[in-house]
């Protein structure tokens, strides 16, 4: 990884999505069970699991990134801000596309603001439907190619000036039909414009895929 990625992106991303605080929220609150985290970054999701969590296991190729949420957990801890024990938490440097976990083995995947970045998306989500126990649930939070228009032109344009800006983020990913061709049937969807991020990426999905 590079001293941007490592040491400047990380920092700049929190200060990009400062806004979707209470998204987070609304979406992690509801995990339950054994969680999978897939890209979870520097942690920023790490304050907001409940007791309806039984393990949270969150898996990151970035490294840098991995040791700042270690760094958070730490700090959550101290501060009594975490809902579970530390040694419910297990952080780990590997990849989505090759995930290192037995088939049928969780109960909620978490999607969060990754299927933008993750390069071989169609693998992840694959992964990730083996991963999860028959009946168990994606939480997605995702932001997505735009439904049409100038946005939708723009996103096009602006993607190759991005991706490396944003560390391989795309802006226009379409992650519903991405999970639906994985298997997943999605249970809940809201397709939203979210009024607290940068109109490029502002367009969003949130909600719930089933492993049937
Ligand atoms: C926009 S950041 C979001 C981080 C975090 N999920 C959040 O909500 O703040 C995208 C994340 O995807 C991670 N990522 C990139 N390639 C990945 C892969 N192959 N598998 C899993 N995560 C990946 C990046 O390292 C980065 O942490």
Known sequence: MSFYEDKIFPY?????????KQTRI???????????????GNGANLPFYSKKATEVVGIEPCSAMVDMAAERLEKLASQGELAL????????VGSGEALPYENDSF????????FCTIPNTE??????????????????????QASGGMKRTLQKLFNPIWKPL???CHLNRDTK???KDAG??????EEVDHPKMFPLFSSVILGEAVKV
Do not use: W
Not at 85 to 92: A, G, T
Not at 184 to 189: G, T
């Open 107 to 114: 109960d909620t995947a978490v999607a969060c603001l990754v």
């Open 26 to 40: 609304d979406v992690i609150s509801q995990a339950q069970g054994r969680v999978l985290e897939i890209g979870i």
């Open 166 to 168: 944003a560390c391989g």
């Open 123 to 144: 693998i992840a989500a694959q992964e990730m439907y083996r991963v999860l126990k028959p009946g168990g649930k994606v939480l997605f939070f995702e932001h997505v």
């Open 177 to 179: 039909s991405l999970f």
């Open 85 to 92: 024990e530390m040694d419910q938490y297990n952080l780990q």
């Open 12 to 20: 700049a991303l929190d200060i990009a999505l400062a806004g979707v």
């Open 184 to 189: 997943f049937r999605i249970d809940s969807i």
